[in-house]
């Protein structure tokens, strides 16, 4: 079983930083694309960055220049760090892995995903 668990969401302010991290546990293949995706009430679940097997990365246009997504293999680790944070930015974050090499932002592309971790930024 593969398990995604995502850590660092907190209340910050706006303009503030944040890193998030998702700890990969289980039968996962160090070669899948992992992505970051989020939800606010209301919202769909929005496409936030993604990174391939071959480290190339893509973000979503609400975020690209402020974001960062990250991989550690050793750790079987994917970080998201989060600069410049906007009230906008208000949602419950998760990380998700797929079966293929190429990172894909499309939710349902993805097979694994974790529980959330919620980000707050107040103004």
């Known amino acids: 079983q593969v398990q995604l668990v995502e850590s660092g969401g907190g209340l910050v302010q706006a303009g503030d930083s944040l890193t998030l991290s998702c700890s990969a546990r289980?039968?996962?293949?160090?070669?899948?694309?992992m992505g970051w995706f989020r939800q606010a009430p209301g919202k769909e679940r929005e496409f936030v960055a993604a990174?391939?097997?071959?480290?190339?990365?893509f973000y979503g246009d609400s975020v690209q220049g402020r974001f960062t997504i990250s991989s550690d293999n050793a750790k079987n680790t994917v970080y998201l760090q989060m600069n410049s944070l906007k009230p906008e930015d208000t949602a419950n974050y998760y990380c998700a892995s797929r079966r293929f090499r190429d990172a894909s932002p499309y939710p349902n592309h993805y097979d694994y995903w974790g529980q959330g971790t919620q980000v707050t930024v107040s103004s």
């Open positions: 289980g039968h996962i293949v160090t070669s899948y694309a």
């Open positions: 990174i391939s097997w071959g480290d190339i990365t």
